[in-house]
């Protein structure tokens, strides 16, 4: 059986949607009448609910324009993705493209900076 301080810790860990539907469970099957689960606005369990959303994992690389130095923005491009030199420059010609779709953030940030120091105008997604 579970102790006072455990339940207080799983009520405290519901969201407001959670806490509603155990409150109106409740209701049934006791017969009994419970005032407002949830007040007007953020409650406590707002900001676990915010960071309960899943960080963003996968990136894609998106070139906006090639800038002043198109060859090397070419080359950078044959690079990262190993195109050829024909398609490396479609892509750069017909920015905005993306150069590299479901990336980690480390690789994400490295193909940006090489495109940025490339000259490239960049844009992760």
Sequence with gaps: MATHEEVVDYLSNLTPPDLDALLKALEGQWGVKVGA????????????????????????????????????????????????????KDLVDGAPKDVKAGVNKTEADDIAKKLKDAGAEVQLK
């Design 37 to 88: 689960a949830v007040a007007p606005g953020p409650g406590p369990g707002a900001d676990k609910a915010k960071d309960a959303e899943p960080e963003q994992t996968e990136f894609t690389v998106v070139l906006k324009s090639s800038g002043a130095s198109k060859i090397n923005v070419i080359k950078v491009v044959r690079e990262v993705t190993g195109l050829g030199l024909k398609d490396a």
